[in-house]
């Protein structure tokens, strides 16, 4: 195999970049990361691999962060990452690449963030439906040049990455500790969702969880602390059924219209 994408979706939207860029290649093969993550001897063959995710808390999702800790990257020569956001842009992603592969010999060479509608509805609206076209229009042209980059072996990265100091909330908060802070509770978040009566107990929540952390019991679902945070669950859930503490009460649901809820059953084991 020549080139080897790993992606974590929640919602789609990392999916659908995913498969665009993969198109576009030849002899590229996509792996879900929430279905290898926890195998022993993880090891990746192919010349190149890129990896494809959501910005999570201005930085890498928890199982991101933590499948690219474990996997052997001794056989590939060139990296490429994706970074979807809902509109941060922060370039702190590429630099927690960087230095993971750092400890590996290894150093990213292409790195690139495409904007994508918001599912992150616990704390924002979604997108509105004319926003949301743009958008897809948009990450369509962004995926043909990527795509031709890493054909090309490109390296967009600026040298000093790792120099770089990346900070928010006005320059008074660093952004590494805010990641830092989100992976280290994230598992717990779950905490706050809950059921209402219209839940029918449809299974749908528990079927497209990527780290398996939903059990139906009487009543509908329930939690059990292995919570990535993606909102698979809140946003495909049928009813709309399921809540997040009283924020989600205000929002509509997201998921990306192409990906269904068979394409997240196969991104687990």
Known sequence: MNTT????????????????????????????????????????????????????YS?????VFDFLNKIDLSKTGYFFAVVVSAGGTTEFPFQQLERILNTKAKKLHLGYIIVMPTNYIIAYKTTPKDRQSLLFEKASRQVEVISEMIKNEENNLDPDILKREF????????????????????????????????????????????????LLVEGGPRWQHKCQLCLACINYCPEKAIQFGSESKKTQRYHHPEITIQDLKTQKK
């Open 167 to 214: 900070l928010i909330y006005d320059g008074k908060y660093q952004i590494e500790k805010f990641n830092a802070n989100f992976r280290e509770k994230v598992n717990k978040r779950d905490e706050s969702f809950y059921v209402e009566d219209t839940c029918n107990n449809c299974g749908v929540c528990k079927e497209i969880c990527p780290v398996s952390n939903i």
């Open 59 to 63: 930085g890498l999702p928890k199982i």
């Open 5 to 56: 994408i790993y992606f974590f979706t929640g919602t789609g939207n990392s999916l659908k970049i995913a498969r665009s860029i993969s198109d576009n290649l030849e002899d590229c093969e996509l792996v879900p990361i929430a279905k290898v993550w926890q195998e022993d001897n993880l090891t990746a063959t192919s010349e190149k691999v890129g990896f494809i995710f959501p910005l999570y």
